[in-house]
């Protein structure tokens, strides 16, 4: 399987910070790579697919960069709705692996 | 609006069975491939199951193959997932996503949680 490796694992900022979470996998998997935000107990919000392009509905905020084996996660202006969990996910492989998550506080 | 619910989580003892539904509405569900995704305790989410839109096309993790089984209602807008002989490990919440492309998932439900325990 693709091991997928997230830094950080926990991120303190404050409204208005420039955010970059990172996200390596162990081979090359292209672009095929999304990224997803979570909430406690609600459920996970695609934000990005394919690298960069943002899911429909999702604030422009939010940009995905990268291709190959890593790829960063930026968050321009970090809004109160912001505080979350990421994940990043490939899909290269049928079976599609997650990071373990970037946990984003005040 | 597009949604998917899950239902049918609970405790069960190590061996048991147990039946996960997820109900879809908002879109054409017949249209699109599903997969189950899980997250146990402290460990990263794992794809357990996908399955096409007609059904004939069905993949499995090594983890559950033989165990569980994935099918779905297109006239009841509904996804399953039987789990037969399960084991402590298989304690996780449980995902229902709808699985878009090569395998990323643009609609999530909030989860079930299955408790496999004496």
């Known amino acids: 399987d693709i091991q997928m490796t997230q830094s950080p694992s926990t991120l303190s900022a404050s409204v208005g910070d420039r955010v970059t979470i990172t996200c390596r996998a162990s081979e090359s998997i292209g672009t095929y790579l999304a990224w997803y935000q979570q909430k406690p107990g609600k459920a996970p919000q695609l934000l990005i697919y394919?690298?960069?392009n943002l899911q429909i509905g999702v604030p422009s905020r939010f940009s995905g960069s990268g291709s190959v084996t890593e790829f960063t996660l930026t968050i321009s202006r970090l809004q109160p709705e912001d505080f979350a969990t990421y994940y990043c996910q490939q899909y290269n492989s049928y079976s599609g692996t997650f990071g373990p998550g970037t946990k984003v506080d005040i | 609006q597009v949604q998917v619910v899950e239902s049918g989580g609970g405790l069960v003892k190590p061996g048991g069975s147990l039946r996960l539904s997820c109900a879809a509405s908002?879109?054409?569900?017949?249209?699109?491939?599903f997969s189950w995704v899980r997250q146990a305790p402290g460990k990263r989410r794992e794809w357990v199951s996908y399955i096409s839109g007609s059904g004939t096309t069905i993949y499995y993790a090594d983890s559950v193959k033989g165990r569980f089984t994935i099918s779905r209602d297109n006239a009841k807008n509904s996804l399953y997932l039987q789990m037969n002989s399960l084991r402590v490990d298989d304690t996780a919440v449980y995902y229902c996503?709808?699985?878009?492309?090569?395998?990323?998932?643009?609609?999530w439900g909030q989860g079930t949680t299955v408790t496999v325990s004496s």
């Open positions: 996503a709808r699985r878009r492309d090569y395998g990323y998932y643009d609609v």
């Open positions: 394919k690298a960069s």
């Open positions: 908002g879109f054409s569900f017949s249209d699109f491939y």
